[in-house]
T-cell receptor, first 113, second 115 residues
Framework: AQSVTQPDIHITVSEGASLELRCNYS??????LFWYVQSPGQGLQLLLK??????LVQGIKGFEAEFKRSQSSFNLRKPSVHWSDAAEYFC???????????FGRGTSLIVHP | GAGVSQSPSNKVTEKGKDVELRCDPI?????LYWYRQSLGQGLEFLIY????????KSGLPSDRFSAERTGGSVSTLTIQRTQQEDSAVYLC?????????????FGPGTRLLVL
């Protein structure tokens, strides 16, 4: 069965600092990987996704993520965080044979001015 | 275009009462999902609809939970005899097709509080 681990429940950064949110997955074949963001009181919005090809994926709002098969990771990065990035971030994994993605428990990002 | 909408936004009910939560997916999206998000938890899959196929109900936590999708569009999640542990945010999502590569588009959720 596929699983997703987001080891950090909360991350606090200063505005303008760089950010990396960790995501590790467990799945035998090449997975489909997603990062979603949830602002307070809102639903989830897709930031980026990886299926195949270039392992560095660019997304919206200046985010990027890198797929590392050897580490079973798909970490989300942003070089300079803005206060509006404060939100909950979810990593998700699925596969060609599974139409139901598995979501991690989420990482709450707090941005200090 | 319009996104996924859900109603009501908030629902407060008394233990033992039934509630109905509504989801309007994006027009043309054939797949529809319901999830439950409890405080500090990730998304818990509840049920999945795809076109005219039989729904995947494998995530429903008990027989008090049911859902239907009429005409391949609007969906209603019903919780009978609500319990306090049913308090959560219920999220609906739709996608254009089925398959693991599809992007899900989420509604804002219904916040359910059972007193």
């Amino acid at each position: 069965a596929q699983s997703v681990t987001q080891p950090d429940i909360h991350i606090t950064v200063s505005e303008g600092a760089s950010l990396e949110l960790r995501c590790n997955y467990s799945y035998g074949a090449t997975p489909y990987l997603f990062w979603y963001v949830q602002s307070p009181g809102q639903g989830l919005q897709l930031l980026l996704k990886y299926f195949s090809g270039d392992t560095l994926v660019q997304g919206i709002k200046g985010f990027e993520a890198e797929f590392k098969r050897s580490q079973s990771s798909f970490n989300l990065r942003k070089p300079s965080v803005h206060w509006s990035d404060a939100a909950e971030y979810f990593c998700a994994v699925s596969s060609g044979g599974s139409y139901i993605p598995t979501f991690g428990r989420g990482t709450s990002l707090i941005v200090h001015p | 275009g319009a996104g996924v909408s859900q109603s009501p936004s908030n629902k407060v009910t008394e233990k033992g009462k039934d509630v109905e939560l509504r989801c309007d997916p994006i027009s043309g999206h054939t797949a529809l999902y319901w999830y439950r998000q409890s405080l500090g938890q990730g998304l818990e899959f509840l049920i999945y609809f795809q076109g005219n196929s039989a729904p995947d109900k494998s995530g429903l936590p008990s027989d008090r939970f049911s859902a239907e999708r009429t005409g391949g569009s609007v969906s209603t999640l019903t919780i009978q005899r609500t319990q306090q542990e049913d308090s959560a945010v219920y999220l609906c999502a739709s996608s254009l097709g089925q398959g693991g590569q599809e992007t899900q588009y989420f509604g804002p959720g219904t916040r359910l509080l059972v007193l």
